[in-house]
């Protein structure tokens, strides 16, 4: 990959990415498609509120259809008609957080499939193999994820294991990549916790086995917004200027611009359309729920200042009324809403960083936004 | 409206109808659109796949937002921004089989609605004004469904009472109308069982009080086929022959291709869109189960003939995949595939009609669509 920093405002940064399929303007979000689908929507969709790069998610997908369906398919972009940028996750934040078993063990992790109870062991080098297979843009490398809680012995212990899986996801991926000759790009992602010194540590042993960019793993996982600012800056601090950084699984407009502010370039997270299928929208003016009795004859869009399908064509009132009767449109305007709203968040943080102005529109974003809970 | 018959094949015929929210070209197919969005889809992907008109429900609505809501939305298009035309149902069929108690009076039915448990009484004239308010372009009289296996004494009731308030409906359809100068068609419905002489009965008394099309009610509620053909034979043969014939309930092809062959010009059903939320796809070759295990490998559109945009776009694999995973994709992307069928089968009966070939496209279709229940 191609990354380059047009323009910086502090250590907030602007920046391009060249991907195989397609630019990549940062900082940007993207959207979650775990099991191959951004949930309710359709890949005409997603190009239409320019999403330039989505996420998949290589347990999943290894899990069902199964990684050979998809490369039979020809990769993970045709068997779901996505034309753009895709960065796949490796599977280590699931197979910690979603498998009713795992162990790690030397070379990997032994885990239950949620699906069907079915014994597996993941290792790195299967890891990076899958999302070869998948065919991402980005490939992640295998990590174990740790919650917020965990006292520092098994941060440690932790952290010391996604180093070691780090150098042994790089040396699968040099080998394949001499083999196959694609274009796909590495990151590499910086564990250790709530603890300053441990991440220090794997952020510089990443930063010297060197990766096409670099992740902040770990976060948003119940710790203090404070702490999660925290690490982010002292992390940001000590990635390289040249290379993209994505902060993963943060989705929450006020906590991706201060990111952005620390110098994060690339977003993920499924709050914006869970949040949707449960029936908050973002909005200009903060969270609105869209079941609230008044919004019953409200015939404006659900954001007079939203460009997106939903706002162009359909009230409050229809919408709400949609939920109310549990009609599955209801989630796809409110998916669609919802994600529209990060891709311009982003954009508008784009253009103010380009302009020197991103500190003033943030803050101006914030005062609106945060100045209640739900709209009153 | 404006009928207009271009073209008869046998009994079958070619029509166009001009409605106030453009033309229709008969035979239609009506997508069911119940709670104010027909299941899953927007407006706009029920233009691509050529809907002329849907159905609307006055039952429903007037439950739940309320008619009062969409009146002052500025009517059922605009509340779910449908810039063609909607038919609406007059609650009849509903308050008889949705709800937990319904008692008929004199003037009208006591019933409780399904949502809340909340007492109603529904006379003709409440309907038809529910209709009236709800702007559709054709409105349905206020009639009296059985179940197939009702005694005649009791089916004979129930006629009366429809044919006492298809009197009341038409009566406060005219004073709407003077009053408002709106441009709503109103249709007779006829019941009368499985029995021939209330059939016969119910339609002449209807074509007497005569209105701007008639409907065959309370077919397709359990009966067998073949009843349900010779009544609508029966039916047709007794209905004028410049006027619009509306065989309610009704949307499985082989059905359709039968009744369009003894004269029927319209249907709805919810079949289709239900039955793709099921996994079911109709494809020319018959009904495909699109969780069928080997199809996990299959790289084509579900029908190969198809013109749909799941078609076009996705393969069965993906499909499959999404059902399998309970991605609501699946569930879109099979009800435009079977509604985008429907339409597509009363587009070339309507040719075949017109090229007076109606009985060779039937038979070549049927043997075809019904050579397997399921593909084998």
């Not at 290589?58 to 068997?79: D, M, N, Q, S």
């Not at 197979?95 to 992790?109: A, Y």
């Not at 040396?171 to 992602?189: A, M, P, T, V, Y």
Request: contains cysteine; glycine residues 8%.
């Amino acid at each position: 990959m191609e990354f380059c920093i047009e323009k910086t405002d502090g250590n907030a940064r602007a920046g391009i990415m060249k991907l195989p399929h397609g630019i990549v303007h940062t900082p940007v979000f993207m959207p979650v498609g775990t099991q191959g689908s951004v949930k309710t929507l359709s890949s005409e969709e997603l190009e239409e509120i320019e999403t330039e790069i989505i996420l998949g998610n290589a347990y999943h997908l290894y899990l069902r259809p199964k990684t050979e369906v998809i490369k039979l398919a020809g990769g993970l972009h045709k068997f779901m008609n996505w034309k753009r940028n895709i960065l796949t996750d490796s599977g280590g934040f699931q197979i910690f957080s979603l498998t009713t078993l795992n162990k790690v063990k030397e070379e990997g992790v032994i885990f239950q499939s949620h699906i069907d109870g079915s014994y597996h062991l993941m290792t790195p080098q299967k890891s990076i193999q899958i999302q070869y297979d998948l065919g991402a843009d980005i490939i992640m490398c295998f990590d174990q994820c740790i919650p917020a809680d965990v006292e520092k012995e098994k941060a440690t212990q932790a952290m010391e294991n996604t180093l070691r899986w780090a150098f042994l996801s790089k040396k699968e991926f040099e080998r394949l990549s001499d083999e196959l000759d694609k274009n796909q790009s590495l990151f590499g992602i910086v564990q250790g916790g709530i603890y300053h010194d441990l991440r220090v540590k794997c952020t510089e042993e990443l930063v010297n086995l060197g990766f096409d960019g670099y992740a902040i793993g770990g976060l948003s996982v119940g710790e203090e917004k404070d702490v999660m600012y925290k690490i982010t800056e002292l992390v940001c601090n000590l990635l390289p200027f040249d290379k993209p950084r994505y902060l993963m699984g943060v989705g929450v407009p006020e906590d991706m611009l201060n990111a952005i502010e620390a110098g994060v370039d690339m977003f993920d997270c499924v709050f914006a359309t869970r949040s949707a299928r449960n029936g908050t929208a973002f909005t200009m003016d903060g969270k609105l729920n869209l079941r609230r009795s008044d919004l019953a004859t409200q015939f404006i869009p659900i954001d007079e200042e939203c460009d997106c399908f939903a706002c162009k064509n359909y009230t409050r009132a229809y919408i709400r009324h949609l939920f109310k009767a549990e009609e599955i449109l209801a989630l796809r305007l409110a998916s669609i809403h919802n994600l529209r709203f990060l891709i311009n968040l982003t954009k508008r943080a784009r253009e103010a960083i380009i302009k020197g102005r991103f500190k003033e529109f943030k803050l101006k974003f914030l005062e609106r936004y945060l100045k209640s809970e739900y709209q009153s």
